[in-house]
């Protein structure tokens, strides 16, 4: 197996050389490439290059957008129910080793998910009115850029 890199991804040759029956066996070459989408839009742009069915764009594109969100100074039992429930979405979400613990101290939480998970989490947070979950829910929403339309925005920023 021969590999190469460059600056648009990889190229991996497989089984090279002859056919069990002694022909020559044509080089299969594989290719891949990081691709980023900043927002759905971008992503559904991408699907439909590759000929994603219009409904199956739709299901999609927020699946194909990842975003961190960095939640402060967070009562560590709202911590523990947004890493569970961020969990169950398929996504995850890093908090204090002190939560464990049960530490009364507020902690940061980092949340990683889709675009898609995110907005699964806050439908459920919205809904549970314990240690402020309404309001981490209304947080997150705005910090993913959350309009009216349910369209998000790209409000990014360093640490």
Not at 3 to 13: D, L, N, P, T, Y
Not at 29 to 46: G, S
Not at 92 to 98: I, M, Q, W
Not at 109 to 130: E, I, S
Request: charged share 25%; with cysteine; proline share 6%.
């Amino acid at each position: 197996m021969r590999e190469e890199s460059g600056a648009r991804g990889s190229v991996v040759e497989t089984n090279p050389g002859r056919e069990p029956d002694g022909g020559e066996r044509r080089q299969a070459v594989r290719r891949a490439e990081v691709v980023r989408a900043e927002d759905a839009a971008a992503a559904a742009q991408i699907l439909r290059r590759i000929g994603v069915h219009p409904g199956g764009v739709a299901i999609m594109a927020r699946k194909a957008v990842f975003r961190l969100v960095l939640l402060r100074d967070v009562d560590p039992r709202a911590a523990n129910i947004i890493k569970q429930e961020m969990l169950a979405r398929g996504g995850d979400a890093a908090v204090a080793d002190s939560v464990a613990g049960f530490s009364p101290e507020p902690t940061d939480v980092l949340l990683m998910g889709t675009l898609a998970q995110y907005d699964d989490l806050v439908a459920k947070l919205r809904r549970q009115p314990y240690y402020g979950l309404p309001g981490w829910a209304e947080a997150i929403a705005a910090a993913l850029g959350e309009t009216s339309a349910g369209q998000r925005a790209c409000n990014q920023k360093p640490i």
